[in-house]
């Protein structure tokens, strides 16, 4: 089936440095959507990307889709403490399966 | 808008108990909800979908008669974890989209122990 696999597991910054979070499906992806989980809390919608290429921003977050609709990014400018918590990307295959297969997530820890 | 609403927010009961979680949709119809399973510091693993009216779509592994999902109306899915045990003891989530390719909006999840 399919598998979306979400690199790093882990990433610790000092507050203002820069954070990115990569996500690669196996198969090509109708549209994928990112998540950020607080601890304790539930996931909450970021964005959704659907064209291949694309490219959205979000104050000091951008995302990325890949050409081929496989791969994805988000990058965080000038991390803050309020970033803290785990961000999770989620393929779409499309059709009228509405599943979402998600990745393992990041977890991001900022230092102030 | 979208807002998803989901109770309870903690269980704590003893084994044998069944548990019935609700999850609502506030402001959408739902035709398809989703039941998810979190375990600490690990990703969200999909237990089946719920469809408005007609039979849950359960992902493999997952025991149809351990958790009994109904989807009553469009804007109401319930999970019912039967005769839990401690091993069932784990952050319950629950999400709706209002159509395919849109965004999937979450509960704030049920907390299950059973001791």
């Known amino acids: 089936g399919q598998q979306v696999m979400q690199i790093p597991q882990y990433q610790h910054v000092q507050e203002g440095e820069d954070f990115t979070t990569y996500c690669n499906s196996s198969?090509?992806?109708?549209?994928i959507q990112w998540y950020k989980q607080r601890p304790g809390g539930h996931p909450v919608f970021l964005i959704q990307l659907v064209k291949s290429g694309e490219v959205k921003k979000q104050k000091r977050l951008t995302f990325q889709f890949g050409e081929a609709k496989k791969n994805s990014s988000l990058h965080i400018t000038a991390t803050q403490t309020t970033d803290v918590g785990t961000y999770f990307c989620?393929?779409?295959?499309?059709?009228?399966?509405?599943?979402?297969?998600f990745g393992k997530g990041t977890l991001l820890t900022v230092n102030p | 808008g979208a807002v998803v609403s989901q109770h309870p927010s903690w269980v704590i009961c003893k084994s044998g108990t069944s548990v019935k979680i609700e999850c609502r949709s506030l402001d959408f119809q739902a035709t398809t909800m989703f039941w998810y399973r979190q375990f600490p510091k690990q990703s969200l693993m999909l237990m089946a979908t719920?469809?408005?009216?007609?039979?849950?779509?359960?992902e493999q592994g997952v025991e149809k008669d351990k958790f009994l999902i109904n989807h009553a109306s469009l804007t109401l899915s319930t999970l019912t974890v039967t005769s839990a045990h401690p091993e069932d003891s784990s952050f319950y989530i629950c999400?709706?989209?209002?159509?395919?390719?849109?965004?999937?909006?979450f509960g704030d999840g049920t907390r299950l122990s059973i001791l």
């Open positions: 719920s469809n408005e009216g007609s039979k849950a779509t359960y």
């Open positions: 999400s709706a989209s209002q159509t395919s390719n849109q965004p999937q909006h």
């Open positions: 989620a393929g779409n295959s499309g059709g009228s399966n509405y599943k979402l297969t």
């Open positions: 198969t090509t992806l109708s549209n």
